[in-house]
């Protein structure tokens, strides 16, 4: 079982940074997947990028450049920095993990365990 709480999300103006942090409950898998995920209203869902065991990492083609996902040795806690934000990144952000899979498995792979979810918001 594990828990998954997501905390650093706010409002900030377009071309603003911002550091999402996720902190995760005791963790067995040796090999898993994290990700972050976002979801405005209206929309469907989208993987943002995703990190694996080893730290092999993809990122959705709209953020790359901008953001930089991260994680600590043990996999407790998850990061993403956010880095010159636009309107068009206003979502909820989730963090999410699975275990078992690693590598490229990560972006397209079903997530088992979900955080609550921290409001980002990018005005112009």
């Known amino acids: 079982q594990v828990r998954l709480v997501e905390s650093g999300g706010g409002s900030v103006q377009a071309g603003g940074s911002l550091r999402l942090s996720c902190a995760a409950s005791?963790?067995?898998?040796?090999?898993?997947?994290m990700g972050w995920f976002r979801q405005a209203p209206g929309k469907e869902r989208e993987v943002v990028a995703t990190?694996?065991?080893?730290?092999?990492?993809i990122y959705a083609n709209s953020v790359k450049g901008r953001f930089t996902v991260s994680k600590d040795n043990a996999g407790r806690t998850l990061y993403l920095q956010m880095n010159s934000l636009k309107p068009e990144d206003t979502a909820m952000y989730y963090c999410?993990?699975?275990?078992?899979?690693?590598?490229?498995?990560?972006?397209?792979?079903?997530?088992?365990?979900w955080g609550q979810g921290t409001q980002v918001t990018v005005s112009s």
């Open positions: 005791t963790y067995t898998y040796r090999n898993y997947c």
């Open positions: 990190i694996d065991n080893a730290n092999n990492t």
């Open positions: 999410a993990t699975r275990g078992g899979l690693s590598g490229s498995w990560c972006y397209e792979a079903a997530y088992d365990y």
